[in-house]
């Protein structure tokens, strides 16, 4: 048997079947809309806070609002989308992103700009329990973890073709021109979902009943059942994922949100060259996601021995670029390492939660985690705003680097638990 397992190939993307055409490529190309909506207003901020005259607290502010919204609408979303409405909640949401985000360009005033983003993160809140549901109904259980590594790529990749783009629309037009334009594709894709996709392979017809008795007789393979909340807090385990992903998603968002007015700040460029400039952290960890994703992969050891080190690196990027001054081209650097670092292991995450939480916990589990998760990117780029000097943003990052660094202790800790508890079954 265990030969069998080692020899067992990987599973692939093969996008002449129907499930991956006809509903993988759709979901990816929704959540890379999500994020480009949701992460826009970073080459936009300079602009925005000279019109409204908003500090740089106050773009922290603004830039967590978005997860006041995005914090609450998560579980109803999901307990929703469970009772067979996912591609409704999918499509519905993402009209109200495309309308949120097209607020955003007409704002004049403070309330009505924190109000947006508020609405914008309730839609996208819901977008990702929406997807697992989708994923569990479409892919086999073998393949779900490729399916949702597939969307991880949207996060780093959005960013580095939004930004540039951004920068563009903004010395074109302005930044509300930016936002208007921006906004229409998340309301094509929710057309286009709405005929295209079915909610599950057993009401679309144009699949292959080969293809549909295979989902079908597969998807629930290894599949666990919910538990109860107080089973899941009862584990120290989940709350140590939790706090890693805490820590993990507020060094993300920091950065994504305000690495274009910290390369603002460095090179004094305008829009389109900052927007360049910004893509390239975001390409770095597009790149490296798929290296460690395929050598974590292919060398079969575990997960946390490449989750460790390339969030530990990240978090060693930022405290150099803050307590070592080298110029503007050394601080450029280590912002680049600090991106693509970040984003390295982040398809090999789920996976890895899912491999250490009980099969019957799985859902709960990694709903709280996510949570926690969603609450450090509220965190982030608000500390971020508090602790800014004037014309140097980054100057707060060295703290978001410190707790990226405690998240890395943590999965070194828990990794070599897990492997001590394996290596102890297996001489039994």
């Given at each position: 048997?265990?030969?069998?397992?080692?020899?067992?190939?990987?599973?692939?993307?093969?996008?002449?079947?129907?499930?991956?055409?006809?509903?993988?490529?759709?979901?990816?190309?929704?959540?890379?809309?999500?994020?480009?909506?949701?992460?826009?207003?970073?080459?936009?901020?300079?602009?925005?806070?000279?019109?409204?005259?908003?500090?740089?607290?106050?773009?922290?502010?603004?830039?967590?609002?978005?997860?006041?919204?995005?914090?609450?609408?998560?579980?109803?979303?999901?307990?929703?989308?469970?009772?067979?409405?996912?591609?409704?909640?999918?499509?519905?949401?993402?009209?109200?992103?495309?309308?949120?985000?097209?607020?955003?360009?007409?704002?004049?005033?403070?309330?009505?700009?924190?109000?947006?983003?508020?609405?914008?993160?309730?839609?996208?809140?819901?977008?990702?329990?929406?997807?697992?549901?989708?994923?569990?109904?479409?892919?086999?259980?073998?393949?779900?973890?490729?399916?949702?590594?597939?969307?991880?790529?949207?996060?780093?990749?959005?960013?580095?073709?939004?930004?540039?783009?951004?920068?563009?629309?903004?010395?074109?037009?302005?930044?509300?021109?930016?936002?208007?334009?921006?906004?229409?594709?998340?309301?094509?894709?929710?057309?286009?979902?709405?005929?295209?996709?079915?909610?599950?392979?057993?009401?679309?017809?144009?699949?292959?009943?080969?293809?549909?008795?295979?989902?079908?007789?597969?998807?629930?393979?290894?599949?666990?059942?919910?538990?109860?909340?107080?089973?899941?807090?009862?584990?120290?385990?989940?709350?140590?994922?939790?706090?890693?992903?805490?820590?993990?998603?507020?060094?993300?968002?920091?950065?994504?949100?305000?690495?274009?007015?910290?390369?603002?700040?460095?090179?004094?460029?305008?829009?389109?060259?900052?927007?360049?400039?910004?893509?390239?952290?975001?390409?770095?960890?597009?790149?490296?996601?798929?290296?460690?994703?395929?050598?974590?992969?292919?060398?079969?050891?575990?997960?946390?021995?490449?989750?460790?080190?390339?969030?530990?690196?990240?978090?060693?990027?930022?405290?150099?670029?803050?307590?070592?001054?080298?110029?503007?081209?050394?601080?450029?650097?280590?912002?680049?390492?600090?991106?693509?670092?970040?984003?390295?292991?982040?398809?090999?995450?789920?996976?890895?939660?899912?491999?250490?939480?009980?099969?019957?916990?799985?859902?709960?589990?990694?709903?709280?985690?996510?949570?926690?998760?969603?609450?450090?990117?509220?965190?982030?780029?608000?500390?971020?705003?508090?602790?800014?000097?004037?014309?140097?943003?980054?100057?707060?990052?060295?703290?978001?680097?410190?707790?990226?660094?405690?998240?890395?202790?943590?999965?070194?800790?828990?990794?070599?638990?897990?492997?001590?508890?394996?290596?102890?079954?297996?001489?039994l």
């Amino acid at each position: 048997m265990t030969k069998t397992m080692v020899n067992e190939q990987p599973p692939r993307i093969d996008f002449r079947q129907a499930r991956w055409s006809r509903v993988g490529v759709p979901l990816f190309v929704t959540y890379f809309i999500c994020f480009m909506d949701r992460t826009n207003i970073s080459v936009a901020s300079p602009h925005l806070a000279e019109e409204l005259q908003l500090s740089a607290a106050a773009m922290g502010v603004v830039f967590s609002a978005f997860f006041w919204g995005y914090v609450l609408s998560g579980m109803p979303a999901g307990a929703w989308a469970n009772r067979g409405h996912a591609k409704t909640i999918i499509v519905v949401c993402m009209v109200i992103i495309g309308l949120a985000a097209g607020l955003t360009g007409v704002v004049h005033n403070y309330p009505v700009l924190l109000a947006a983003r508020v609405v914008l993160g309730l839609a996208e809140g819901a977008i990702f329990p929406a997807f697992a549901v989708m994923f569990i109904s479409w892919f086999p259980s073998r393949e779900r973890g490729l399916a949702v590594a597939l969307t991880m790529y949207t996060v780093p990749l959005s960013a580095a073709v939004m930004a540039p783009l951004s920068g563009w629309l903004i010395d074109l037009a302005n930044w509300r021109a930016m936002f208007i334009i921006q906004a229409i594709p998340a309301i094509l894709v929710a057309v286009w979902l709405h005929f295209a996709v079915t909610e599950r392979p057993e009401d679309n017809p144009r699949l292959s009943e080969d293809e549909r008795d295979y989902i079908i007789a597969t998807r629930t393979v290894e599949t666990a059942d919910e538990s109860t909340l107080l089973q899941v807090f009862a584990r120290p385990t989940v709350w140590l994922l939790a706090l890693v992903y805490f820590f993990w998603a507020m060094g993300i968002y920091a950065l994504t949100l305000w690495l274009p007015t910290v390369i603002g700040d460095l090179t004094g460029e305008g829009s389109l060259m900052v927007g360049l400039l910004t893509a390239i952290p975001f390409l770095c960890g597009t790149v490296a996601m798929y290296v460690v994703t395929k050598t974590a992969v292919t060398t079969g050891r575990s997960l946390g021995y490449f989750i460790a080190p390339c969030i530990g690196l990240s978090g060693t990027a930022m405290l150099a670029q803050h307590f070592i001054d080298l110029g503007v081209a050394f601080s450029f650097a280590m912002l680049v390492l600090s991106a693509g670092s970040i984003y390295a292991a982040l398809a090999l995450w789920w996976t890895w939660v899912m491999q250490i939480v009980p099969r019957n916990q799985a859902g709960a589990s990694v709903g709280f985690v996510n949570l926690c998760g969603n609450f450090g990117g509220l965190v982030g780029p608000l500390l971020i705003g508090l602790v800014a000097t004037e014309g140097n943003t980054a100057s707060g990052f060295w703290i978001v680097g410190v707790g990226i660094l405690v998240a890395a202790a943590i999965v070194m800790v828990v990794d070599a638990r897990r492997t001590r508890s394996q290596a102890l079954e297996q001489s039994l």
